[in-house]
T-cell receptor, first 117, second 113 residues
Framework: NAGVTQTPKFRILKIGQSMTLQCAQD?????MYWYRQDPGMGLKLIYY???????DKGEVPNGYNVSRSTTEDFPLRLELAAPSQTSVYFC????????????????FGQGTRLTVV | GNSVTQMEGPVTLSEEAFLTINCTYT??????LFWYVQYPGEGLQLLLK?????DKGSNKGFEATYRKETTSFHLEKGSVQVSDSAVYFC????????????FGKGTKLSVKP
């Protein structure tokens, strides 16, 4: 079972470059999330989606964009990379809302380690 | 608002020692509570969960009980192993229309042989 797949695993960007972090899940989950994890810190929610075509901002959305054209995919876009975006990025998915009733687990990808220099 | 507070780490224990990692929460309504574990270089994976008051979640020798009266969900294990070395995250899911998880900052556990 693939679960949640993130690509790439590692990436080094120069300041001002752009890139897309890919995330795909094969569990038919309606909810998907992007988190960032800074060294020694917990996870902060960047964006989330409750279903195809619907996205919303989390705690730290500045500098990022997302789209959800299908249930399976939830790419995260960095338009103008900045050193402050150096972090490990995790994508996750779950059943949520009325489907999940708030009590189902989230499944995480392996993470993308991004360095902006 | 909703939040999770867990004890600061790092925590260093000898093999076979007793482990407690404290977690308290603030939430409206009746959230579900989770413990996630992150092994070095990996993503988070669910360790255990509890969906209502007085429920006990358990897995791999770890346990946590959902205490509504103290708004706590402390993680315990009677005898830790070196392989338990990881970062542990307490989380809540308050469901509703968002259904998103709120995480604590994580507690790094190191177990020495």
């Amino acid at each position: 079972n693939a679960g949640v797949t993130q690509t790439p695993k590692f990436r080094i960007l120069k300041i001002g470059q752009s890139m897309t972090l890919q995330c795909a899940q094969d569990m038919n989950h309606n909810y998907m999330y992007w988190y960032r994890q800074d060294p020694g810190m917990g996870l902060k929610l960047i964006y989330y989606s409750v279903g195809a075509g619907i996205t919303d901002k989390g705690e730290v959305p500045n500098g990022y964009n997302v789209s959800r054209s299908t249930t399976e995919d939830f790419p995260l876009r960095l338009e103008l990379a900045a050193p402050s975006q150096t972090s490990v990025y995790f994508c996750a998915s779950s059943f949520g809302g009325e489907t999940g009733r708030g009590n189902t687990e989230a499944f995480f990808g392996q993470g993308t380690r991004l360095t902006v220099v | 608002g909703n939040s999770v507070t867990q004890m600061e780490g790092p925590v260093t224990l000898s093999e076979e020692a007793f482990l407690t990692i404290n977690c308290t929460y603030t939430a409206t309504g009746y959230p579900s509570l989770f413990w996630y574990v992150q092994y070095p270089g990996e993503g988070l994976q669910l360790l255990l969960k509890a969906t209502k008051a007085d429920d006990k979640g358990s897995n791999k020798g770890f346990e946590a009980t959902y205490r509504k009266e103290t708004t706590s969900f402390h993680l315990e294990k009677g005898s830790v192993q070196v392989s338990d070395s990881a970062v542990y995250f307490c989380a809540l899911n308050y469901g509703g229309s968002q259904g998103n998880l709120i995480f604590g900052k994580g507690t790094k556990l190191s177990v020495k042989p």
